[in-house]
């Protein structure tokens, strides 16, 4: 009895030093993680916000959990964005029920940017547009026949509310 008294700090010991190894371990192989309940593409987190907002006010938002409204740099990225997209819209063929992505002239007209400060090398452009200076902010219009046609952008109002994407680099 009087061994077993003495033989508990050592398990104690053992115990807390245990726990302490395991969370170190759990804390390395989190070097390279999304947040809880973001989604992890490539070198990316995405999240999703159904509550449609303001372009500015969407990029805010974006800027608070330290990203992005999304650039789209290429075909493979656009339909990345896209097929999220899907995945969280009951009907996916409903016209004008797009997205912001993080394009806009707002400083200069026809000097498109990206809120991420990528450089613009890619457009893809539904026909005839852009067709307005007053239309500063793009979307993915969803217009279109098939799922190509839907990714296209169209120049839209930024006081218009959309749903949109957040997007950050994996820390
Ligand atoms: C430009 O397109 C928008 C749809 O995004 C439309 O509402 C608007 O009337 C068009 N403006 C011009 C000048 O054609």
């Not at 115990?15 to 593409?41: D, N």
């Not at 490539?42 to 805010?60: P, V």
């Not at 979307?139 to 026949?145: C, K, L």
């Amino acid at each position: 009895m009087a061994s077993m008294i003495q033989k508990i700090p050592l398990m104690v010991l053992l115990l807390t030093g245990f726990i302490w190894l395991s969370e170190g371990e759990a804390c390395t192989k989190c070097t390279k993680c999304c947040p809880q309940y973001w989604m992890r593409v490539g070198e990316y987190c995405y999240q999703y916000f159904g509550n449609k907002m303001k372009f500015h006010d969407a990029e805010n938002i974006c800027n608070r959990f330290g990203g992005n409204l999304p650039s789209i740099r290429n075909e493979e990225e656009s339909n990345t964005i896209y097929q999220l997209w899907k995945g969280f819209v009951d009907d996916s063929t409903i016209v004008f029920s797009a997205y912001w992505i993080g394009l806009r002239d707002t400083i200069q007209v026809n000097k498109y940017e990206w809120t991420d400060g990528t450089p613009v090398h890619y457009y893809n452009w539904y026909p005839a547009e852009p067709n307005s200076s007053d239309e500063d902010c793009v979307e993915v219009v969803n217009a279109g026949y098939n799922d190509d046609e839907r990714q296209q952008w169209n120049d839209a109002l930024c006081d218009q509310v959309r749903s949109f994407f957040c997007r950050k680099p994996l820390n």
